[in-house]
């Protein structure tokens, strides 16, 4: 099994920035490609970023081109996402995911394990 803890939600003001990380434990990290997804009251959970297994693959939604990163640390077993700019339509609960298919899907139904999840709100 694979568990995985994201923390570094929290409120900032709109053009603010925050980081969020993933804490994933078990073997299969460096196998597998790692999302993050978010999901808004009353709207339907949507994809953000994903990237390979290996890292050399990453795709963003057009949303937050420019302004998110994702990156990965295998050192750590870690997946974060740089927030920059944030806008207040950014106001989600924020999921890590893991695919152990290796590649960098953009569907949730094709992740395997999920965080708890973390808030992210911006204020305008």
């Known amino acids: 099994q694979v568990q995985l803890v994201e923390s570094g939600g929290g409120l900032v003001q709109a053009g603010g920035s925050l980081r969020l990380s993933c804490a994933a434990s078990g073997r299969t990290f460096s196998r597998s490609a790692m999302g993050w997804f978010r999901q808004a009251p009353g709207k339907e959970r949507e994809y953000v970023a994903v990237?390979?297994?290996?890292?050399?693959?990453?795709y963003y939604a057009d949303s937050v081109k420019g302004r998110f990163a994702i990156s990965r640390d295998y050192a750590n077993n870690g997946v974060y996402l740089q927030m920059n700019s944030l806008k207040p339509e950014d106001t989600a609960v924020y999921y890590c995911?893991?695919?152990?298919?290796?590649?960098?899907?953009?569907?949730?139904?094709?992740?395997?394990?999920w965080g708890q999840g973390t808030q992210v709100t911006v204020s305008s």
């Open positions: 990237i390979s297994w290996n890292g050399l693959t990453t």
């Open positions: 995911a893991s695919d152990r298919s290796g590649t960098a899907p953009t569907k949730s139904q094709d992740y395997d394990y």
